[in-house]
């Protein structure tokens, strides 16, 4: 229960500037782990959600703006990504 009372404090804040994408999906990840395996009252579950979208949409912009710098690198060479077979 301590992971999900630390959850809580986080959610009450929409605050994500001071995050990495790995801090901000470390913390998706404990707030997906809380919301499946445990029973919280319906106001913490509802916080966790909320928490959880606000991380999801800033991992979505970091993860565009990193692929815009990307592409912005390597221009029109870009190509897609194949896995090796072998």
Do not use: H, W
Not at 46 to 68: D, H, I, N, P, W
């Amino acid at each position: 229960m301590a992971k999900t009372s630390k959850t809580s404090k986080t959610s009450e804040t929409s605050d994500t500037s001071d995050l990495t994408y790995e801090q901000a999906m470390t913390e998706l990840e404990g707030i997906v782990e809380a919301l499946e395996g445990e029973q919280n009252p319906l106001e913490d579950s509802m916080k966790l959600f909320e928490r959880g979208q606000v991380l999801v949409t800033y991992c979505g912009a970091l993860l565009e703006s990193a692929q815009l710098k990307v592409q912005k690198l390597v221009g029109e060479t870009m190509t897609a990504f194949e896995e090796e077979s072998e």
